[in-house]
């Protein structure tokens, strides 16, 4: 994975898939490619089409509705592609996590992908309802090395 | 006079820019701000959690969940999940769950957005099957309300079957000497 990451180190062209999400989160990545906040700095540049894109940028928690279509997208993006899971549709299904028309989150499409024979380099989780747009700058300086990682899972044992 | 123009306004603009001065934030390399209000991720104290679950019961999308096996109760927190309402910490009886203000969760290992909380379930003392409380939270209950000690620690089934004795010998004398 980290050899494939190297090879879109230099600028993330990133591409906007919104799998029936509620718009806040789109707000969002919108928020973040302003001049306050100029993900250009990293070399960000939203394109229009899932064929010039390195990564893609996934919100909502994949409606059934839009299912095929969000696999047609990742089927026509170059590899290695990755996926950033924005906010916590994306990533964990959110608050639609076991409703009747969603399949809840980028874990279960990732199964389905595989399923496919469709794969996918990388997964990034960003939680948050919304994401701040430092959030997701964090998660591109993530993927550029720029930061190191402070997610950490905790186990504890109670006596 | 439209040439005259055309090398005016980049001096202009030049003009406003310098008066604006440069409004870009250096997010990772400085500290962002955040307003005092904005709920970001909560953090579980495993020295004062008792796993009673009302946090459970709270949660909206269930990032919260309580995970039963055989003599384990573990507490396990999704933050891919959750939806910073911070409903949980209004909720907790003892004041475990403390928000912060951190955002930066952003991960590559879906395992790096799971926390547990791992607590042993009360065996009773009467026919040792583990019943439905964690230690913690017996003695907790044991603090706030009466119990006799007769049936605290018990099962549920040997609690009634010592009730039933009990009311039984004052009218009839033990259960089974009857007939």
Do not use: Q
């Amino acid at each position: 994975m980290e050899k494939k990451l190297e090879r879109i180190k230099r600028s993330i062209w990133v591409f906007h898939l919104n799998t029936g999400s509620c718009n806040a989160c789109d707000i969002e990545i919108l928020d973040a490619l302003t001049p306050y906040h100029d993900a250009e700095r990293f070399g960000v540049k939203l394109v229009g089409s899932p064929r010039h894109a390195d990564v893609l940028l996934l919100t909502g928690p994949i409606t059934l509705e839009s299912l095929p279509k969000v696999i047609n997208a990742i089927e026509a993006t170059p590899r290695p592609r990755f996926i950033i899971a924005l906010g916590s549709c994306g990533s964990g299904g959110g608050i639609w996590h076991d409703t009747y028309s969603t399949i809840g989150g980028v874990n279960s499409l990732v199964k389905i992908l595989k399923e496919r024979g469709v794969e996918v380099d990388g997964v990034y989780y960003v939680p948050g309802c919304p994401i701040r747009p430092e959030a997701l700058l964090y998660a591109v300086a993530l993927i550029r090395g720029l930061v190191e990682k402070k997610a950490k899972s905790m186990v504890a044992t109670v006596e | 006079m439209s040439f005259v123009k055309k090398i005016i306004k980049p001096v202009e603009v030049l003009v406003v820019a310098s008066k604006t001065g440069r409004v870009t934030i250096k997010y990772p390399f400085e500290e962002p701000w955040i307003s005092p209000e904005f709920r970001g991720k909560i953090e579980i104290d495993p020295t004062k959690c008792i796993g009673c679950g009302a946090c459970v019961n709270a949660c909206p999308p269930n990032a919260l969940e309580m995970i039963e096996s055989e003599d384990k109760k573990t507490l396990r927190y999704f933050v891919g999940r959750c939806i910073f309402c911070w409903r949980c910490i209004d909720v907790c009886p003892v004041g475990a769950i403390k928000g912060t203000r951190n955002f930066e969760l952003a991960t590559n290992d879906p395992l790096d957005l799971y926390d547990y909380i791992v607590h042993n379930r009360v065996k009773c003392r009467e026919c040792g099957k583990v019943t439905g409380e964690t230690t913690r939270m017996l003695k907790y209950v044991l603090e706030k309300a009466f119990v006799t000690e007769n049936y605290n620690n018990k099962c549920p089934d040997c609690r009634k079957k010592i009730f039933i004795n009990a009311i039984s010998m004052r009218r009839t004398g033990p259960v089974g000497e009857k007939t």
